[in-house]
Nanobody
């Protein structure tokens, strides 16, 4: 079994900051990319940011310059620092990890349960 547990969501005013964390646990041989996606009401889930095992990062245009993704490989944890938050950032944020549970076999995607981020005055 593999679990991804997110924390750090909440209510924040426009212009404020939040930091999301996601820790992967269970039987894990190797984690490849990790990242964050979000889904607003009535919209499809979209990519926010990803980070490779070598710390190469990729961001959605809408969050570039405001959000920073990072990871702690020793703790199987990925972070999302969100600054200058806007009302349009309101969504459920999901953690994703592409990983191999065993040395033999393919990698697959795992998802967290989601954490609500609400930006409102």
């Amino acid at each position: 079994q593999v679990q991804l547990v997110e924390s750090g969501g909440g209510l924040v005013q426009p212009g404020g900051s939040l930091r999301l964390s996601c820790a992967a646990s269970g039987t894990i041989f190797r984690i490849n990319a990790m990242g964050w996606y979000r889904q607003a009401p009535g919209k499809q889930r979209e990519l926010v940011a990803t980070i490779s095992s070598g710390s190469n990062t990729n961001y959605a245009d809408s969050v570039k310059g405001r959000f920073t993704v990072s990871r702690d490989n020793a703790k199987n944890t990925v972070f999302l620092q969100m600054n200058s938050l806007k009302p349009e950032d309101t969504a459920v944020y999901y953690c994703n990890a592409n990983l191999k549970r065993f040395q033999v076999g393919p990698a697959r995607d795992y998802w967290g349960q989601g954490t609500q981020v609400t930006v409102s005055s």
